[in-house]
């Protein structure tokens, strides 16, 4: 944004969680803070294929539990929520405005009926539909009022900067940047009317209100913001009792083992299918395995380690490019129903470039093969990734993306450059006997391990002794917002399908750990280069050009590309690879197929069972 007080508000952003294709993982990259990791593709919980067009209510059974799998989560507030494992749970329990139906990119009303906007786009009015939340109480516009208020005031609040920079709801800040309570510019003009002005047009609006933390909650149920006693203890609601006005009515949560959320009779939309929705919290390649061999999950994905390509048979594919077919048999001899989804997402390796130097981050770029890591690695169960930004959204599409990654990428199109590492580190008067240390922190995955394990591998002759230790995803994520990695692994999916929600990560003055929401954990601002700024400059142009016209648009996506290579020049942050889901299911199971947002969108009200499915 261009005005001083939205600038100044970019303190506030924060990743959110996001995990590509792979169950459990965590987040939008950008987990917590920002980076949510993600499980790996196909290592994943993502529960997802789709009833056929023929199939019609009538026909539909009603009833029973969808058994999933899900990973650890410490809280299911919506605005403090950053890990895809929570997020999966939430998306069930709460309503927005807006929603992405089944993980689409195109956005569609939730709770509201109707919109409108003033000419220039800085003011929407909705109109709410007739709604309750899960206590009985009617959904009005103060619930929402109240709702973002804590988006942007409360201290549990880890999302603020989606409100108060990139939507740019208009607001007063302090002599230090900081939000002033109560003045957010947001109104409830009656019980059924909600209106939201900011400070200039925002391009992706409609998209960001889908976000979960947007999500309504009822007016007071918690005190966490000025005004409000709360009528409920903070932890009661973020942990125990959860309320919404979703499709499902949170249940329970045995932290480190499973979830369990029920039906809500009262939905403002056809009630759910299924009485109940329970994921098993497994982290574990070996025992996610077992536990679909032994047809206690409906819905899966065969970690990678277990993963046969050549049992893959594809029959179709649809118009969004989504191949579907069939898998198996597995072990027990069943063929399941199977699925291929382009995400948009993006796995990557970071540094904290405040303590590891710039030739030791170029030599671990020259060490990767993307290529090589799709293939060998994951099975082909992932894209290689040159840039931050997704094909699919990339500024001209996938040609273009390839385009300039083949003819621009330093570090070696498709290939490792070993010779290339070791020069950059005895340029910078690394040897022998002068070796450099480097922890190389990845979150629990096999395939991590095996990608850190060929990399410590190569460094070796580039006078780099790099160890690998392994944490859990929460684990990371809270070292990482304290500036206590050096180098460390996530992915990011999209919030919104636009560049500059991936792209925010390479804000130099957003991954400040220091402050209390970095965007992702890399210190890029502690830098001296011109890499960083032009980078600052770059993302101050998207900032600046934020109107939905086609003008506005050539500008931000010049500013992408320059923020794509301001990255690629300082390696702060190694793209990987871009996740591309393999949901599969028992035929038993019937659920919509997500799409490139991805299965963490997933609403499960339209999943059904067949009545002779079997019962754990």
């Known amino acids: 944004m261009s005005d001083t007080n939205s600038l100044s508000r970019r303190r506030f ?14 987040g939008c990259t950008g987990g917590d803070s920002t980076e949510t990791p993600t499980d790996e593709p196909g290592d994943t919980d993502t529960p997802e294929e789709s009833a056929t067009p023929t199939e019609t209510p009538s026909e539909i059974t009603r009833g029973g539990q969808l ?4 990973s650890t989560t410490s809280t299911f507030d919506p605005v403090a929520n950053t890990d895809t494992a929570g ?15 089944f993980g689409q990119a195109a956005v569609e009303n939730q709770l509201a009926e109707s919109y409108e906007t003033n000419d ?24 929402f009022v109240y709702s973002w208020e804590r988006l942007a005031a409360s201290e549990n609040s880890r999302r603020a900067g989606f409100l108060l920079d990139f939507l740019g709801v208009t607001a007063e800040t302090d002599s230090e940047g900081n939000y002033v309570s109560g003045s957010l510019g947001v109104e409830a003009a009656d019980d059924k009317t909600f209106v939201v002005n900011q400070d200039e047009p925002f391009a992706s ?28 203890e903070y932890q009661t609601f973020a942990t125990e009792s959860p309320i919404g006005a979703g499709p499902f009515q949170f249940d329970n949560w045995n932290q480190g083992e499973d979830m369990r959320v029920e039906k809500y009779e009262d939905y403002h939309s056809e009630p759910a299918y299924l009485d109940a929705v329970h994921w098993a919290v497994i982290e574990d390649d070996n025992a996610q395995f077992q536990y679909i061999q032994n047809k206690n999950a409906d819905a899966f994905g065969i970690p990678t380690a277990r993963y046969d390509p050549q049992k893959v048979s594809v029959n179709r594919t649809d118009e969004q490019g989504r191949e579907r077919g069939t898998y198996g048999p597995l072990q027990n001899g069943e063929t399941v129903s199977y699925a291929r989804v382009p995400e948009l997402s993006t796995f990557y390796f970071a540094f904290n470039a405040a303590v590891v130097p710039l030739p030791v981050r170029q030599a671990v770029a020259y060490a990767t093969n993307q290529k090589e890591f799709a293939e060998q690695v994951f099975k082909n169960r992932v894209a290689p990734a040159y840039h931050f ?57 096999s395939t991590w391990n ?22 859990q995803f929460s684990t990371l994520l809270e070292r990482g917002r304290n500036g206590n990695l050096e180098a460390y692994t996530l992915g990011w999916i999209a919030d919104y399908p636009a560049p500059d929600n991936f792209l925010q990560f390479f804000n130099p003055p957003a991954t400040d750990t220091s402050q209390s929401a970095p965007v992702s954990y890399t210190n890029w601002d502690d830098v001296d280069s011109e890499a960083k700024d032009r980078a600052t400059q770059a993302w101050k142009k998207v900032e600046n050009n934020p109107q939905p016209s086609e003008a506005a648009q050539k500008k931000r996506n010049e500013a992408y590309v320059t923020l794509e290579e301001a990255n690629w020049e300082d390696a702060i942050l190694i793209n990987a690879f871009h996740g591309i889901s393999e949901p599969m299911h028992y035929e038993w199971t019937h659920m919509p197929l997500h799409g490139a947002m991805g299965s963490s969108r997933m609403m499960h009200h339209r999943t059904w069972k067949d009545a002779d499915a079997p019962t754990n």
Not at 13 to 26: D, K, S
Not at 92 to 101: E, G, I, K, R, S
């Open 205 to 232: 609006s409609l998209e960001m209100m889908a976000y979960t933390s947007f999500a309504v909650v009822p007016e007071g149920i918690v005190g966490d913001i000025e005004g409000y006693d709360g009528e409920m």
């Open 450 to 471: 095996q990608m850190a394990q060929i990399i410590r591998d190569r460094l070796g002759a580039a006078h780099i002794n790099m160890k690998i230790e392994e944490a």
């Open 389 to 445: 930004t997704p094909p699919l959204i990339y500024p001209g599409g996938g040609n273009a993306y390839n385009t300039h990654a083949k003819e621009n990428y330093p570090y070696g199109y498709n290939e490792a450059q070993i010779g290339e590492a070791k020069a950059v580190m005895e340029e910078a008067g690394y040897g022998p006997d002068n070796k450099y240390e480097l922890t190389f922190t990845h979150y629990v995955s």
């Open 13 to 26: 952003l924060q990743a959110t969680g996001g995990a590509a294709g792979a169950a459990a993982l965590a």
């Open 87 to 101: 997020g999966r749970v939430i998306q069930q329990v709460f309503d927005a405005l807006t929603n992405y139906p």
């Open 67 to 70: 058994e999933l799998i899900n």
């Open 120 to 143: 220039d786009f800085t003011q929407f009015t909705f109109t709410l539909k007739d709604a309750t939340f899960h206590n009985g109480d009617p959904v009005r516009a103060q619930d």
